[in-house]
């Protein structure tokens, strides 16, 4: 019998299964969320998805094989790069702000990059 951690179900089959269970919620609500269009001062849903898998998801390794979870991160990352091929082709709809606006760009790219690279692993 182990129990020495939540790697796999040779640590703790009650103790991953859990773990399991927890990231399968996490990604329902993610998923709820990763389709949501916000206004000009919050972010739409699909950054704060990748913005979770990246800054929690890819460092811990919650939600790793748990095909919900995937499914969220594919889903993020195709609404992400339709953002990167639309939303920066006008300096003018970002208030002529053109370091805010590449700064954005640069933002999506990294977290397309982190989603890319994490899905490809998973």
């Known amino acids: 019998m182990g129990y020495m ?32 269009i916000e206004n000009g001062f919050n972010t739409d849903g699909c950054v704060n998805v990748a913005l979770f898998i990246e800054e929690f998801v890819i460092p811990t390794g919650f939600g790793d094989g748990v095909d919900e979870m995937g499914d969220v ?7 992400l790069q339709k953002k990167l091929k639309n939303d920066f082709k006008d300096v003018e709809d ?28 998973d």
Do not use: F
Request: glycine share 8%; hydrophobic share 45%.
């Open 94 to 121: 970002w208030g002529g702000d053109k370091e805010n606006m590449l700064e954005h760009k640069e933002a999506y790219e990294r977290l397309v990059k982190a989603l890319v690279t994490w899905l490809e692993g």
């Open 5 to 36: 951690g939540l790697t796999c179900v040779c640590d703790s089959d009650a103790a991953s299964d859990l773990a399991y269970g927890a990231a399968q919620a996490a990604a329902k609500v993610l998923q709820k969320d990763v389709k949501s």
């Open 73 to 79: 991160a594919q889903t993020a990352l195709e609404l």
